[in-house]
T-cell receptor, first 115, second 109 residues
């Protein structure tokens, strides 16, 4: 693995189903993030984690949950998918938040369609 | 809340210069970022400003005025491969990024 990976690449899901989007990074970054990107709205933060064992809510957390059991993995779960969750989901990671530039590195994204 | 504004679209000719403006109103400020995103791909980091002034990196430059809540990204000697969306993002007092909706730049031959 090099950088940050996401799975699946794309998914079509029936409304009401449970879905987990996977994200793994091998850069030993402390902080990880989940965003959704919708046309005309830009990237919006769903949940974040500043270090393993801690998580926090972003701008649009409703309907989503996350866990951070270790440094590398940060899965995003939709407990009961709804059509408004149709979007492109990006996972990102960065070194210590607030230190220097510490830009976020983004995964390739997951395109999710909820019917 | 956060409010970050940038133009929706811009078009320019190959070899020309384009300036993408970004204005922001955020709760706290810990730096401003510009990202490039080609269609269907992930955003990639271009530049970071935390102090007022101009940061130059090859053909790309970024400017920040904290007192005016204003930044711009300058793309010089435009190439066809520069056709992409450019995202302005502000890191707030809690060190989280808020993104503008992005500016789609189309470079024409």
């Amino acid at each position: 693995i090099a950088g940050i990976t996401q799975a699946p690449t794309s998914q079509i899901l029936a409304a009401g189903r449970r879905m987990t989007l996977r994200c793994t990074q091998d850069m030993r970054h402390n902080a990880m993030y989940w965003y959704r990107q919708d046309l005309g709205l830009g990237l919006r933060l769903i949940h974040y984690s500043n270090t393993a064992g801690t998580t926090g809510k972003g701008e649009v957390p409703d309907g989503y949950s996350v866990s951070r059991a270790n440094t590398d993995d940060f899965p995003l779960t939709l407990a009961s998918a709804v059509p408004s969750q149709t979007s492109v989901y990006f996972c990102a990671s960065s070194d210590e938040p607030g230190q220097g530039s510490n830009e976020q590195f983004f995964g390739p994204g997951t395109r999710l369609t909820v019917l | 809340g956060q409010n970050i504004d940038q133009p929706t679209e811009m078009t320019a000719t190959e070899g020309a210069i384009v300036q993408i403006n970004c204005t922001y109103q955020t709760s706290g400020f810990n730096g401003l970022f510009w990202y490039q995103q080609h269609a269907g791909e992930a955003p990639t980091f271009l530049s970071y400003n935390v102090l007022d002034g101009l940061e130059e990196k090859g053909r790309f430059s970024s400017f920040l005025s904290r007192s005016k809540g204003y930044s711009y990204l300058l793309l010089k000697e435009l190439q066809m491969k520069d056709s992409a969306s450019y995202l302005c993002a502000v890191r707030d007092g809690d060190y989280k990024l808020s993104f503008g909706a992005g500016t789609t730049v189309t470079v024409r031959a």
